[in-house]
């Protein structure tokens, strides 16, 4: 399938829109079958995964993707209101998210800020770091606006596929949308560290800092400047370096006596995902490459980063239930 004739851009943003919603009642129906009270990690007044409303997002989404799959007229390559139409659903998704859970809505402005309340710290780590997952979805719908703002369709048209992900890139905007979820994790650590004075905030600090070697180069590289190898280079430290904070803190997967509440066999499994996950970006540099070079390929690095980030979050929740139940002493070890 090609995705940008079936699935345009826009329909794919609200398509992750609700896959990362379902994604979230999974982790809450998964936690709590394995006995990890997901409202007392959050604080949350109920353990309900809420599936109503993603009932109700998921229908309205498909109903207007079916609505311009129907009516959309593919002969006309001008701008109509079916360029409009999407980014009126992104926008209604999202509103609708947060209007009906005061939750997640005062967590998304504190957390855009750069802020994090450390009373309910899980809560706004896993929505943080849920954003930096995002930032390609984050950069598709740069892109989108991108193509509106210039009067230009990136729908599919008869004459052909008119997505252009170059917009926009004289103005640096998919180096810079797809870095803000990073900055924001970065401003958090600095926000934890002056208020604990913990040096491991620092570590994590560094660890997001990491990243962004990377996008500079990266835009120097778009720039024909010949810097494929330190690229690389600062690519190997910004995987290894988040693929042991992963295992060592956000994990604790080797701290001495300590309790595991999922099968063993689930643990080699998230592991080797998150190392396959971290470093997927060596496929880049494979010959016939589609993962870097064709929108199915985008759609798939999008997904694949979705469940990698799923499978994190069930392991952090577990260690964040076990820690504030003090109860390390009594496990199994790995």
Known sequence: MVLTDQIPLPFRVVLLISLISWFWCLVVVVCERRGIQVNKVFKFETTTAGY?????LSGVSLLVFLLYSTFHNYDDDSLSPWDFIPLLLILWCVYYLVSTSKRLRTTAIRDIKG????????????????????????????????????????????????????????????????????????????????VTNDTQHIGNFFKYCSNLPMVMINVLIQYNYNLNSIWVLFAVVNSCYT????????????????????????????????????????????????????????????????????????????????????????????
């Open 243 to 334: 693929f042991y904070w992963d295992l060592v803190n956000d994990w604790a997967l080797f701290k001495r006596q300590r309790r595991f509440l999922y099968p063993k066999k689930l643990y080699l499994v998230v592991v080797l995902y998150d190392l396959f996950g971290r470093f997927i970006w060596i496929a880049k540099f494979f010959k016939n490459d589609i993962l870097f070079h064709t929108e199915n390929g985008w759609f798939y690095l999008e997904l694949i980063e979705l469940f990698r980030r799923w499978l994190w979050i069930l392991v952090k929740l577990e260690v964040d239930y076990i820690t504030m139940e003090k109860d390390f002493g009594s496990g199994i070890p790995l």
């Open 52 to 56: 109503g409303r993603y009932v109700t």
């Open 115 to 194: 802020g994090i309340n450390r009373d309910i710290r899980t809560n706004d780590i896993v929505f943080s770091d849920t954003l930096t997952s995002c930032s390609k979805i984050l950069v598709d719908c740069a892109i989108y606006v991108c193509h509106l703002l210039n009067g230009v369709t990136c729908l599919p048209k008869s004459s052909g596929p008119k997505l252009d992900r170059r917009c926009g890139q004289n103005y640096l905007l998919d180096s810079i949308v797809g870095s803000l979820p990073n900055l924001i994790r970065i401003s958090q650590c600095l926000t934890e560290w002056r």
